[in-house]
């Protein structure tokens, strides 16, 4: 493995900055391979000492240093600081630099995404535009000039609000921004560009009218509404549910198609993935409107957790990802339905985030260490960072939570600051001691709840204990004890509310008296803290809890376990015997699929079967292709017990013309599953149904859906139907990665050469983000029969692929790499040929910091 010199950040050695600088004065002469940058700032020295300042910096080109006026010569550059030795307190800095655009394939820093230059500057991207105090605790208002060919570039865009403009010779205009504001420069922003403009205004609580700004590829105008629409619901959303208003009195939204994630909050100007902002009925899906409005939402709901109040350093990142996931749940749950946006959340945490628990990036939400901080911007920090933010609100109680949330922004507003901050702000608020509950900033791990109980018929009296135990993670031996808010209740037991205990002890019995009979305890409800929970539930009564809790969640999860329980035991059983159990199993979900007052938004996700990711986090090892086999059992036995009903479902659908709201989408999540049951139940049938749908329907939710069930069908008929929507969408990258996504998760054997020709089409390119998340990301993610192939195939795939990805765009690299390293529940054999592909990763030459980091941690 070749050794970068490991250079670990310790939260604990935090210290505040030499310097701190009070203006910025930038300005760009923007050029695709050289761009030249002035920065002037205002400079003062902080606290008594005669240190030198130092500045961040990578990939520049310096021109020049000056102190008030003065150019320097004595200064010292570095590959990742630029040092100048002085005395002054307070002076004037002019560095000018420059910067190629073009070759930055890294999309971080300053780049050109399809002829546009844009910036991405968080985590610590701005070191590659100029040397500067690259440091979230570093906040300063900022003037931007920008140059740039007038013809090229009729938009030149920055923070803040427009302050001057004009032409210049030879063709060229400049535009001038300021921004009131103090930020840190991970919030800058720059684009230049040639855009399509839609326009709107949002008038706040207070009278206020904001200009909103969205601008778009040429030519995509008419999928711009939908992502305007969801940013004025936002803006009201956040004034009615927090009383937070708006500040600027513009709002800029660019959509960019080379993008490292999905959107950037920088002050007043957002840039965005194009996938989340750019949508129509004929290339959008259900989920791709969903996607939109919450994206658009979470950008928003920055504006004051996370720019207004700002981390002190990046260990703190939870303290605005958390809080802003937190946030764009709840909106998103009041703009739909709140059932399935719960189980949304639920499923990422116990598909994902259990997954990087039990791996070795394990890591709390707040982070002790960091190597590259791009790698830490991950499901634990955001969704499981959202978790505890949800578990504040329970335990305080809507009101208490929002007098929390107001003193934070009382103290904190204008300032960089860290979680402990805010949960102080939360106990001072609550006059409520949560000294154990910050355990959960400082602890890894999924803790476990392992549920018993009694009943004793004489006395009338039911006992039920929680107890939590924690298992030691890769990175954190040691573990304490947790404050767990669980609700349940108590069904057949005469008591219809609902209890909440806050076990904060190994464990707790409660005990209720005067029980006439003993109760089936539902169990977690909404999924109360991030936990896996125990209970040996009889198959009858996991049916009693989905049929009958009062809690739609534990509804869902009852449903859920029942199948899980069932795929785990069928995989260790004989084929007859397993069959057996299946079919008992489906029995039980008879009851919902023909009640009538089941929603049909809860029946569809009762209906669905866990997905292997979710079944996989279940057990401490697993026999991929028995646990494989049995689901795909699973699944047909439910198609076939249920062929009459799922075809009564289909044919029940309503015809009408595409529209996103909450009943056209939970009626064609119903029928689109069960056009994927019937392709299991019924091929001769589903094939029929399955061409009628392509062809016919008008919106995108539903040609996915019929190639979904094709998928699983007919792979002639598959075939076929992939080459249609091809030349129909050939042109259009955000539609194709659809189509890039179900070529590679089809079971196919020889699924490596499609890949490989997949990867020739015109419309791939390594460069974008999204190409390849949709092909290579797809792949080692969810086809569990290709990745995990016993011949290595696999994962020697992936490895290679990352090999070339390294050198391109490291960040990207790094995200893909997360289920090759997840090799610890799977077989040895499969543990080997992981490692030894890891290994093989690790040799390459100009590893990143980033894939060193997840390789090192990862191999033992
Ligand atoms: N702050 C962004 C968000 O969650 C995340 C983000 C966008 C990001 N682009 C990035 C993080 C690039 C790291 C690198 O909304
Ligand atoms: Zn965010």
């Not at 020295?45 to 910096?57: I, S």
């Not at 100007?269 to 996938?275: A, D, E, T």
């Not at 933010?389 to 949330?405: D, Y």
Request: net charge negative; charged share 25%.
């Amino acid at each position: 493995m070749s050794t970068i010199s490991a250079n670990v950040k310790k939260r604990a050695d935090y210290q505040s900055a030499d310097f701190t600088i009070n203006k910025v004065n930038l300005e760009f002469e923007l050029h695709a391979t050289a761009t030249r940058v002035v920065c002037i700032t205002q400079i003062e020295r902080q606290g008594n000492h005669h240190r030198p300042l130092v500045l961040d910096g990578e990939s520049l080109e310096l021109l020049s240093v000056a102190i008030n006026g003065v150019a320097q010569t004595d200064y010292k550059i570095e590959p990742d600081s630029l040092t100048v030795p002085t005395e002054l307190d307070k002076f004037d800095l002019r560095v000018e630099n420059i910067i190629n655009p073009q070759e930055n394939s890294s999309l971080e820093g300053l780049y050109l995404s399809a002829g546009a230059f844009c910036t991405q500057c968080e985590a610590e991207g701005f070191r590659k535009i100029t040397y500067f105090l690259d440091r979230p605790d570093v906040l300063a208002a900022y003037d931007v000039k920008i140059i740039a060919d007038k013809t090229q570039f009729p938009f030149l865009l920055s923070n803040g609000n427009k302050v001057a403009a004009g032409d210049l010779p030879d063709n060229k205009h400049f535009i001038s921004w300021q921004d009131p504001f103090n930020k840190p420069c991970y919030l800058f922003a720059l684009v230049a560009g040639d855009f399509d403009l839609l326009e709107d205004t949002f008038i706040t609580q207070s009278n206020r009218e904001i200009a909103l700004q969205l601008f778009v590829d040429k030519g995509m105008l008419d999928r711009g509404p939908h992502a305007l629409e969801s940013l004025k619901k936002a803006m009201r959303w956040d004034e009615t549910e927090f009383g937070l208003e708006y500040d600027l009195d513009i709002y800029m939204v660019v959509a960019v198609d080379f993008f490292n994630m999905g959107a950037m909050e920088n002050k007043g100007l957002n840039v965005f993935n194009s996938k989340f902002v750019l949508a129509n009925s004929e290339t959008a899906t259900d989920e791709d409107y969903f996607n939109i409005e919450a994206v658009i939402g979470h950008e928003y709901f920055h504006n004051w957790t996370g720019n207004r109040v700002t981390c002190r350093d990046w260990f703190q990142l939870s303290l605005k990802e958390g809080l802003t996931v937190f946030r764009d749940q709840q909106f998103s749950a009041d703009m739909g339905s709140p059932i399935v946006n719960r189980i949304k959340n639920v499923r990422v945490i116990r598909e994902h985030q259990f997954a990087e628990d039990a791996s070795a990036m394990s890591h709390p939400i707040r982070p002790d260490e960091v190597m590259e901080m791009n790698n830490f911007y991950t499901v634990t920090v955001y969704d499981k960072g959202s978790e505890v933010i949800r578990m504040l609100h329970t335990i305080l109680g809507k009101q208490g939570f929002l007098a929390g949330i107001k003193l934070y922004f009382e103290r904190f507003d204008g300032q960089a600051v860290t979680c402990d901050d805010f949960v102080q702000a939360m106990e001072d608020a609550n006059g409520k001691d949560l000294t154990q509950f910050r355990l959960w900033y400082s602890q890894s791990g999924t803790p476990n709840i392992a549920v018993f109980d009694e009943y004793d018929s004489d006395t009338k009296t039911y006992k039920i204990t929680f107890k939590q135990s924690h298992k030691a993670t890769f990175d954190q031996q040691e573990k304490q004890n947790l404050v767990v808010p669980i609700q349940f209740s108590l069904l057949n037991s005469g008591d219809s509310q609902q209890h909440t205990l806050e076990l904060t002890a190994t464990s707790e019995t409660l005990e209720f008296k005067d029980v006439g009979t003993k109760p089936t305890p539902s169990l977690l409800h909404n999924f109360s803290a991030p936990v896996k929970l125990s209970y040996q539930y009889k198959q009858s009564e996991l049916a009693d809890v989905m049929v009958k809790s009062p809690d739609d969640f534990a509804r869902w999860d009852a449903g859920q376990s029942l199948f899980s329980k069932c795929i785990h035991k069928a995989s260790g059983l004989t084929d007859a015997e397993g069959q057996q159990l299946i079919a008992d199993t489906v029995k039980y979900f008879e009851e919902v699929i023909n009640s009538k007052d089941i929603k049909d938004d809860l029946k569809t996700e009762i209906l669905t079967v866990p997905s292997f990711e979710s079944l996989f986090q279940q057990a401490d090892s697993v026999d991929i292709d028995s646990l494989y086999k049995s689901r795909k059992q699973l699944l047909t036995q439910m198609g076939q017990t249920f062929e009459t009903q799922w075809n009564n479902i289909y044919h029940n659908k309503t015809k009408q013309k595409y529209a996103y709201n909450q009943k056209q989408v939970e009626q064609r999540k119903l029928t689109n599953l069960a056009l994927k049951y019937l392709s299991l139940g019924n091929q001769t049938l589903a094939k029929e149904l399955i061409k009628e749908q392509f062809s016919s329907c008008d919106n995108m939710t539903d040609s996915l859906g019929a190639l979904a069930a094709a998928q699983t069908c007919d792979l002639d008929l598959f075939e076929g139907l992939m080459q249609r929507f091809e030349e129909k969408w050939h042109s259009d990258p955000l539609v194709l990665d659809k189509w890039f996504s179900l070529h590679a998760n089809t079971d196919r054997h020889d699924i490596l050469s499609r890949i490989e020709l997949l990867m020739s089409h015109s419309q791939f390119t390594i460069n974008n983000p999204n190409r390849v998340r949709a092909l290579v990301g797809t792949f080692a993610f969810y086809n569990v029969k290709g990745f995990h192939n016993l011949n290595g195939s696999g994962y020697k795939f992936v490895a290679d692929y990352l090999i070339k990805l390294n050198s391109v765009n490291p960040q990207v690299a790094a995200r893909v790499i997360t289920p090759l390293i997840q090799w610890q529940k799977v077989d040895k054999t499969r543990q080997e040929l992981m490692q030894h592909q890891l290994m093989r990763i690790g040799d390459t030459q100009g590893l990143s910091k980033d894939l060193f980091e997840k390789i090192s941690k990862s191999l033992p």
